[in-house]
Each structure stands twice: as structure tokens, then as C-alpha cells.
């Protein structure tokens, strides 16, 4: 199992205009977020707003799999989603993973973006095979903000198909770049 | 660009008893799925529903985004979910590939099992390479009809992480499984 944990942040996340602001949770991405993080052996799911109204409801989801109803109609789903921890911000996250691990994690941010700096699958990959943690961040909405690109360790190349469109869900996103840096 | 389509069924698939059903349509599938299958090239992606009800809620979502408000909020979503086209069943799909292509497209089918003839990704992605049409179908609900399964050309090994976890969403197996065919 590599030593990585994923974070979905909801802020600083750009509009189509490429204004900040703070975006609203989707359900589906807690679940398949979540389902895909427990396929490919993450450590934990961050799900990452500072609204607090927001907080109570990825809460009251999270509760609803993992002690109401849903537990006992799919166990499968339990497990993944008692993978999530919610956190107010990206530096509270990183926090909680420097104690768990004692050492602050590389921060690793996707962009549709390709950078100078931008870091290839196959490279990443073999970083990941080391012991040290790594923090994976998705953005909602448009996209993570470019100050907050500018500041992380690394930055993964997009993913291209062979069509000229760079539209892919969040949620397809993660998923993919998961299986890309940590299928069996 | 393959000369693949993708076609997501709402029949017959399998409850979580593993009795046959109708599913009902999941928005977000029409979204996430459309959008990976024009990242990836593939030709047209049919959703499949012998319900008449929700066919309409499947033409009224594209109608929305293809020439509705939606379309002007949001062309790339437009052009990802105008290559769906609605079908009665999966053999009204495989009619309509026959009158574009001229020829039976061989079907491919997606499970989370393992079969002793389940096919590799690297060798499907050479198959995919001849110009001959293929049709890949996923499942809803808890997946495809064993029944139909059967039937295929083709069926893919189940998607596997490092951990013991096989539950991704639909969403999630189709983001992955054309980035493993057709990533660039």
C-alpha cells in the first residue's frame, strides 16, 4: 500500500469566469470518491469547505452509510465512506497527516492545465513507492486557484485522450488518476 | 481515433439479490460518462432503457444542455452529452452501428468478476486498433445480467487496486476503463 492521502476542496476553486470562490458539495463525489480511494488503498478521504452549514451536510451523509440505514443496506458503501474525514481547510488537513505521520506530507495538486513543472503518471508513480506521505488534491468547480497550483510540491500533467476536449468530471478524474498511479 | 461506442444499460441488469431489474437512470451518469467518452474519441454513447418515462427524462436532460440554457452556460457540456442517443435495447444499438458501419459490431461487456476467458486491457487496446467496431456496455444497479454477459464477444478482467475493495461506481469503471484503452 503507498502512502497517500486525498483531499477534495471545495475553496479556493475558480468559476468559469476564473473568479475564487467557494464551491458547494455534490453528494456523488463523496461516494465515488470515496469508493475509489477504497479500491486503490488510500489512507483517507479529506473532504475540505470551510462552510459550516456544508460540513453538517457531507456529515449527515457520511452518518447515513456508515450508522443509518444505508450500513445495513450496503456494507460495501460503509467502508468506503468511513474513509472521509472533513476539514475546514487544506493546511488543517495537512496538519492532521503531519500527526498521524510525524513529517509533513508533499503536496500534489491536478490541473487541466499542463505546466513547465507539470510531473508525468509514470514518474509519480515511482515517487508514490517510497515511505514518505503525499497528499493528492482535486478541485471542484472550475479548478483549483492558481496561487494555490503555485504553492504545491508538484503538479500532475492533465489527461489527454486522443480527442482535443479536457472536460472530464471530478469524480472521473480521481478516478483515473488513481488507477494511473496505483493499479495493481 | 477507434472505432468504438460505449453504451450504458438500464436492462437487464441485477439487483443487489442478484434478481433482474430495470434500473432507473442516474443524471449524473449521462454527464460523467458522456463527458469521458469525448475526452477519449469514442463515437456515440447509447443509453439504454425499455421504459418509455425515463427515456424522455434522458431527452429532456440532453435537450437542456444541447439547446437549451444549458447550452449557452455551458458549451463544453453540450458537446459532450450531444453523443448520446436513447435506445430500447442493446440490440436496437447494435442495429444502429450496423447501419453506419455496415458490419455487426462485436460486444464487449464490463464486469467486476473474473472469467477464465476475460480479456486483458493491453490486448483490447491492440484489438481496438483494427478498424472493425466495438461496442463496450456497462451496467447499472449491481451489473450486468449474467444471462448477458454470456452472450458477449468480449468481457474485461474486473478493474483491481492493491486492496480488496471492488465496488466502483459506474462512473468511475467507464472513466477508467477508456483511459486504460484509449489514453494517448
Chains 1, 2 share one sequence.
Not at 458539495?25 to 475540505?48: E, M, P, Q, W
Not at 451536510?57 to 468511513?82: C, D
Not at 513543472?117 to 513507492?129: N, P, Q, V
Request: aromatic content about 8%.
Amino acid at each position: 500500500m503507498s502512502n497517500l492521502y486525498v483531499a477534495l476542496t471545495h475553496y479556493p476553486v475558480v468559476d468559469k469566469r476564473g473568479d475564487i470562490i467557494t464551491s458547494a458539495v455534490t453528494n456523488l463525489d463523496l461516494h465515488d470518491i470515496s469508493r475509489a480511494v477504497k479500491t486503490y488503498g488510500v489512507k483517507s478521504f479529506y473532504v475540505v469547505t470551510p462552510l459550516k452549514d456544508q460540513q453538517s451536510l457531507v456529515q449527515k451523509i457520511i452518518s447515513h452509510w456508515t450508522h443509518g440505514a444505508g450500513a445495513v443496506y450496503n456494507p460495501a458503501r460503509r467502508s468506503a465512506l468511513e474513509l472521509i474525514k472533513v476539514k475546514d481547510t487544506i493546511a488543517d488537513v495537512a496538519a492532521d497527516i503531519k500527526d498521524i505521520e510525524n513529517v509533513d506530507p508533499k503536496t500534489v495538486v491536478t490541473c487541466a492545465r499542463r505546466y513547465p513543472s507539470s510531473t508525468g503518471y509514470k514518474k509519480f508513480r515511482d515517487i508514490l513507492k517510497s515511505d514518505s506521505p503525499h497528499l493528492l488534491i482535486f478541485g471542484t468547480a472550475w479548478g483549483l486557484a492558481e496561487a494555490f497550483i503555485a504553492e504545491a510540491d508538484y503538479i500532475l500533467e492533465p489527461i489527454l485522450g486522443p480527442a482535443d476536449y479536457n472536460h472530464l468530471s471530478v469524480r472521473s478524474a480521481a478516478a483515473i488518476i488513481l488507477d494511473r498511479l496505483l493499479s495493481a
